[in-house]
Every structure is written in C-alpha cells, then in structure tokens.
C-alpha cells in the first residue's frame, strides 16, 4: 500500500491522505469519504475541472515527523510532541463521551486521519498545547468538549 496526498489545487485544501495501492484506489475512496459510491460517481454529479485535483505519493514517516512537516517551517520536534500528545488525550476524551464511531480506538497510526479532520490549522493546535486558552477554546469546542477549567 502507498499513501496519497490528495490536494485541491485551485484553493490549496488538502482534502486528505489515503492509503491504497494506485492513485485512482485513493481517488476512489476520498469519493466514498464524501458519500459517493466511487471517484467516477463523484464525477457524474460534481466533476472536477482539469488540472483542481493533484495526487502526490508521500512518504510514511514516524508521527513526530509527519506533525513536525505539518506545522511547518519553524517547528521542533518538541512542537510535534506536544501536538501529538494534545491531540491523543483530546481524541481520548472524546470517545469517553461517546463521541466516536461504534468501535472506534485511539490509534497514533490513525492520528493523522483525526487530524486531518479538524478545520482549523495545525498550528492552532500547537498554540493550545503551548498554554493559550483561545487556541484551547477552539480546538476543545470542535472536538464537542467543553472548555476544561
């Protein structure tokens, strides 16, 4: 298996990450993601233009790493740790309160996926594992939790 990156490249979104054997696999599954039954589903009722999608292969790194890319240029690994570890005791707590799928574990290997799921910026993330409560404020609301005191 290989894992895709999988961008919108008229807004700059990453749309998301997937693992699968070839580009069309990944493709397909960022459809099913979003209630297609497939990639040429998707096409038949909202078509890509040419040249908005780009697939690019990327490497499998350790977690720290693959935060430590994400949050830039500037970012430690320290950074990534904080991040990481923010981002699993969130994920914890939101299964705690029955906020998950059926079944669903917290899993560093499906971090990355969690993540990506957040509407806001990696870097917001960092901010609410450095200490500032509107950071924390934001990233606790969108995960359904409240705002611990």
């Not at 009722?45 to 994400?70: F, K, N, Q, Y």
Request: net charge negative; aromatic share 6%; glycine share 8%.
């Amino acid at each position: 298996m290989k894992t895709f990156r999988i961008e919108d490249t008229f807004s700059g979104v990453v749309l998301g990450e997937y693992h699968a054997r070839s580009e069309r696999d990944a493709l397909d599954a960022m459809a099913r993601d979003a209630g297609y039954a497939d990639y040429a589903d998707a096409q038949r009722s909202d078509p890509a233009p040419d040249g908005e999608l780009r697939l690019t292969e990327i490497c499998v790194w350790s977690m720290t790493h693959c935060v430590t890319e994400r949050l830039g240029t500037g970012a430690t690994e320290e950074d990534a740790d904080k991040v990481i570890t923010l981002a699993m005791a969130l994920w914890t707590e939101q299964l705690a309160g029955g906020l998950g799928e059926p079944g669903e574990d917290v899993d560093i290997d499906r971090l990355a996926d969690w993540l990506s799921n957040r509407t806001y910026g990696w870097k917001v993330l960092l901010e609410a594992a450095n200490g500032d409560i509107s950071a924390v404020d934001h990233v606790r609301r969108e995960a359904g939790l409240p705002l611990a005191c």
